[in-house]
């Protein structure tokens, strides 16, 4: 088995957001496990501790996963992590200060480690000390009869899970239905790129819970508290909404977008509390790995370098096209603000030809006995194709000064054709159709 042990840095004194400290940390671990439990919530010494042996394949290998788990540990304040074969033994050799309890044997390892490493060792330790034991293995040494009489069951227990002689059972931690972590700073905070330090902390613990759920978020809000000791008219705190165009977890693109928000935040006082919560999620969609290797795109992605240039200018001033399910030319593609996310369209085979470019306005031909005109006589390739809708698409044209507008639809009955030009190339040319002259033709599209 591979267990891990995981010590926080320093949590508060306070039971319950003791309780919450390490209740973040757990779960931030179920997105490599379900198997996760707290230790000793309210001891000198508490603990996270999770077994990932089953895991490991999900992750790449032993290795892969453990660089992981270390590099990530440290921005959630944890200042030890071990690995031993059982729980007890990866906390004792966390206590110890080590951290590869494969090392040696494993009786050998926890035979050398102080008293203090188990708590329920350690509860004994000035009777045991008054005995000669200064480590564990003098302590197993002793008769299990003698010791069985003289201290509680407990005691054999712990010993015997530490060193892999009895199944070791926990209340697993559970999964919420809904993300929501708070963090008290270590010391306030005046400006609001600051708030970053502690936000980190948060979001690695959002995305470890997005990860154990298979998602993502597409709004998240993060929440500040002011210092008690702060003038009436600041208020209690504030809070800040961030958006993406996609679903996502990738926990530097949204560190990125935050620090470009608070950048343009102001506060009214100093802040001593952060929360977290995850207001918008959605599933996403795995992808199963491939038995080939698979080539790595070095640098962002366009939707995500978008989203991060519109939290620096502002939404309204980085566009992006969408495109609709609609056969009008002129209403196929919408410009959006590129953090909105796009909605979701149905895709549909089109079967003829489609412009590169189409004019703002559709472009009145001349006729020579009733053939169009553009650069010369134009030769008809391709058509009738008929396009007819808009009924429902309703606009509000400008009346006289007070007026409040007509309203009229923009209703399309046309009958496009693919026409060639000797000087002019392809052209995309429609008529049309229930209209007062309906031998005029248009251009509207050229192909590149």
């Not at 895991?55 to 892969?64: A, D, E, Q, T």
């Not at 005691?155 to 892999?164: F, I, M, P, V």
Request: aromatic share 6%; glycine share 8%; with cysteine.
């Amino acid at each position: 088995m591979l267990w891990a042990a995981l010590l926080p840095d320093s949590l508060p004194d306070d039971p319950q957001p003791r309780t919450e400290a390490l209740d973040g940390l757990a779960t931030w671990c179920l997105q490599f496990t379900p198997r996760v439990a707290v230790l000793e919530v309210l001891l000198q010494c508490p603990a996270v501790v999770m077994e990932v042996e089953q895991s490991l394949r999900l992750f790449g290998g032993k290795r892969r996963l453990v660089e992981r788990v270390r590099e990530e540990c440290p921005d959630l304040g944890v200042r030890q992590l071990s690995w031993a074969p059982t729980s007890l033994a990866a906390l004792a050799v966390a206590r110890a200060g080590l951290s590869n309890g494969f090392a040696r044997p494993l009786v050998q390892l926890l035979d050398a480690l102080p008293l203090e490493t188990l708590t329920q060792v350690a509860a004994h330790q000035a009777t045991l000390a008054r005995l000669g034991c200064r480590t564990l293995g003098q302590v197993r040494a002793l008769p299990r009869g003698g010791l069985s009489r003289r201290f509680d069951a407990q005691l054999l227990a712990t010993l015997d899970q530490a060193y892999g002689l009895r199944p070791e059972t926990y209340p697993w931690a559970q999964l919420p239905e809904t993300f929501h972590a708070r963090l008290e700073l270590m010391a306030r905070v005046e400006h609001a790129p600051a708030m970053l330090f502690g936000a980190r902390r948060l979001m690695l613990q959002m995305a470890g819970w997005l990860m154990a759920r298979r998602s993502g978020v597409t709004a998240f809000t993060l929440r500040w508290c002011h210092d008690a000791m702060r003038a009436r008219s600041a208020g209690d705190g504030g809070e800040l909404t961030v958006r993406t165009a996609q679903a996502t977890r990738d926990t530097e693109h949204l560190m990125r977008l935050l620090a470009e928000h608070l950048g343009k935040v102001g506060l009214l006082a100093p802040v001593g509390d952060l929360e977290l919560l995850a207001t918008e999620v959605q599933s996403l969609e795995e992808k199963s790995f491939s038995m080939l290797p698979e080539a790595r795109q070095s640098g962002e992605s366009l939707a995500l370098v978008l989203e991060r240039i519109a939290a620096r200018l502002g939404p309204d001033r980085v566009l992006r096209p969408v495109i609709l399910e609609d056969h009008r030319l002129e209403w196929m593609c919408r410009w959006r603000p590129a953090p909105e996310p796009a909605p979701r369209t149905p895709s549909r085979t089109v079967d003829v030809p489609q412009p590169t470019f189409i004019l703002p306005k559709p472009l009145r031909l001349a006729t020579q006995a009733n053939r169009p005109i553009y650069q010369g006589v134009l030769q008809l390739l391709a058509g009738p194709h008929r396009v007819e809708g808009g009924w429902w698409d309703r606009t509000t044209q400008e009346g006289e000064e007070g007026d409040g507008g007509q309203e009229t639809t923009r209703q399309a009955s046309r009958d496009y054709w693919v026409a060639v030009s000797e000087h002019a190339g392809v052209l995309w040319i429609f008529q049309m159709r229930l209209a007062q002259d309906e031998t005029a033709w248009f251009l509207h599209g050229t192909f590149a």
